[in-house]
């Protein structure tokens, strides 16, 4: 079983900047790729960002590019999202996923919250 248990989520004013951390522990094993996702109240989850662990390539929703950066560090089983200039409209509950392979269903942490007011 594998745990993720994200950190790094608060209150912030609009323009300014969060970085979320979410580290992986137990049973890790291989990791295909890790992201996030973000739920916003009354919403349904969306994709934000990911990486594949391996080559490290990155994807992202199009609201955010340019804005977020995602990274990860191997060795520590973190991945870590940079939230840049943030808005009104980015907050929601911020989640970790992890997928074992391509097409895999993803597993997911507890969620964070990330406020920012106008």
């Known amino acids: 079983q594998v745990q993720l248990v994200e950190s790094g989520g608060g209150l912030v004013q609009a323009g300014g900047s969060l970085r979320l951390s979410c580290a992986a522990s137990?049973?890790?094993?291989?990791?295909?790729?890790m992201g996030w996702f973000r739920q916003a109240p009354g919403e349904v989850r969306e994709f934000v960002a990911a990486?594949?662990?391996?080559?490290?390539?990155?994807r992202y929703t199009d609201s955010v590019k340019g804005r977020f950066t995602i990274s990860k560090d191997n060795a520590k089983n973190t991945v870590y999202l940079q939230m840049n200039n943030l808005r009104p409209g980015d907050t929601a509950v911020y989640y970790c996923?992890?997928?074992?392979?391509?097409?895999?269903?993803?597993?997911w942490g507890q969620g964070i919250q990330v406020t920012v007011s106008s």
């Open positions: 137990g049973r890790t094993g291989s990791t295909y790729d």
């Open positions: 996923a992890r997928r074992v392979t391509f097409g895999a269903a993803w597993n």
């Open positions: 990486i594949t662990w391996s080559g490290g390539s990155t």
